[in-house]
């Protein structure tokens, strides 16, 4: 059965392989939604951990319940699902082009140093399960492209969403 975690919801028992979302929320278009129902459509039996808040209509009947005050805070919890996702399932990187500019922020910080911190990993340990899609219009996606290239050769960055999201359920259910 399909099953979605948002934050801080923390679940003890997840029962099938986890796929994390990461990648840009905020000034971002809402790619987690239309990559659950990919997952979803491709894979009924995943569970799926998406860092954007909020319960929309067509998320709704997939939310998992659970303690809410486990985690101080959503980052906890979302270092938390990265750490299972890496080993038991897969990050599902996806690097979209900004939607609206906030002069406040830098778009995809957040987003940039994990990515980074998982190419690190996954460079010391072959184990760590991650992949990565961009629809091109990521700013600076050259440099993503050309560090991934040095700390992980063997990965390529996926052109369409759909294309990543089979490539994480291919890592976490075949690798």
Known sequence: MARLII????????????????????????????????LFSQEPNVTIASPRRGIRDKIAPYLLTGDESYFPRQRAWERHYLDIASKTGAILFWLPGEAEHDCQKVYGAMTRLELGQWMTRYYFDKNVRFCIGSDSQFPELNTVE?????????????????????????LAYHQ
């Open 146 to 170: 050309f560090d991934l290239k040095m700390d992980a050769p063997d990965k390529d960055i996926k052109k369409t969403l759909e294309e990543t999201c089979a490539e994480a359920l291919r």
């Open 7 to 38: 934050p801080k919801t923390y679940v003890q028992e997840l029962g099938a392989p986890l796929i994390f979302l990461a990648g840009p929320i905020r000034s971002a278009p809402n790619w987690q939604d239309e990559a659950i129902e990919s």
